[in-house]
């Protein structure tokens, strides 16, 4: 499919761009900040993730999504051997339908579980997800731009209220050769309001990525990227097509 891409486009792209650069550059001021206050935290640990993504058809406009997330962290060992140990801390899956206007725009309306405990949660924790999201691909001479908007609404186990929480992400991919590229993401969090049972209207979390993809064929993709911040030393994604992109 030829791409849609206009001038208007164009604009849009730049707006988006300009109206949460300045968001995320304060926020990373605002982290760097805080690296030196006495009980700052760093959790070390991997988050692999599994996605897979296609049409309902060749020429469908009518898409899915689905993903799997294994988040791992650092742990101390109450039993023999003592020391350091990894544990399994969270588990998320996102499933969602969608439709694609033309080859730069998307939306998608889905369904989130996910599960946590200790360190990455206060206690064992169920969260379920309502989630809707637009997405905006923009391939250029020197890779593909992607900017995600995505809006949550989250409910869990242990308080009441519906939290909701804004995204957005920016995305983008550099070729190296027909294989390899170059990886990089930020994507910024903010609470739409407070609940009871923890997040606090306002900036939430900023994640930050940067890593190598790996294109084994037109149907499978798999990128390693490394955080800004050791919070996760290592994150592992798998993307699968059932069509060629």
């Excluded at 003592?82 to 969602?96: F, K, M, N, P, R």
């Excluded at 439709?99 to 996910?114: E, L, M």
């Excluded at 994507?187 to 930050?208: K, M, S, Y």
């Excluded at 149907?219 to 990227?225: D, F, I, P, Q, S």
Aim: charged share 20%; aromatic share 12%.
């Amino acid at each position: 499919m030829k791409s849609a891409f206009s001038s208007g486009d164009t604009a849009w792209c730049l707006l988006r761009t300009l109206v949460f650069l300045p968001a995320l550059l304060s926020n990373q001021y605002a982290l760097a900040a805080e690296d030196g206050v006495e009980g700052t935290e760093q959790l070390f640990g991997t988050w692999a993730n599994v996605v897979v993504t296609g049409r309902f058809g060749e020429e469908s406009p009518w898409i899915y999504y689905g993903d799997v997330s294994l988040r791992t962290t650092e742990q101390a060992r109450p039993f023999p051997p003592e020391g350091q140990g990894y544990q399994v801390s969270s588990v998320i899956t996102h499933d969602a339908v969608g439709y694609r206007f033309d080859a730069n725009h998307s939306v998608h309306v889905g369904y989130a579980f996910a599960y946590s405990i200790p360190p990455l949660s206060r206690e064992p924790t169920n969260e379920n997800r309502a989630w809707e999201q637009h997405t905006f691909a923009l391939p250029t001479s020197a890779g593909d731009l992607q900017l995600r908007s995505r809006l949550e609404q989250r409910t869990v186990n242990i308080g009441t209220g519906t939290a909701v929480r804004f995204r957005e992400m920016v995305k983008f991919s550099h070729p190296l050769n027909k294989e390899w590229s170059l990886v990089g993401s930020n994507e910024l969090f903010i609470n739409a309001n407070t609940v009871d049972w923890g997040p606090v209207a306002g900036f939430d979390q900023n994640r930050v990525f940067v890593g190598v993809g790996y294109k084994f064929d037109p149907t499978l993709r798999a990128e390693v990227v490394a955080p800004e911040k050791p919070i996760y030393s290592l994150r592992i994604n798998w993307i699968c097509y059932n069509s060629r992109h």
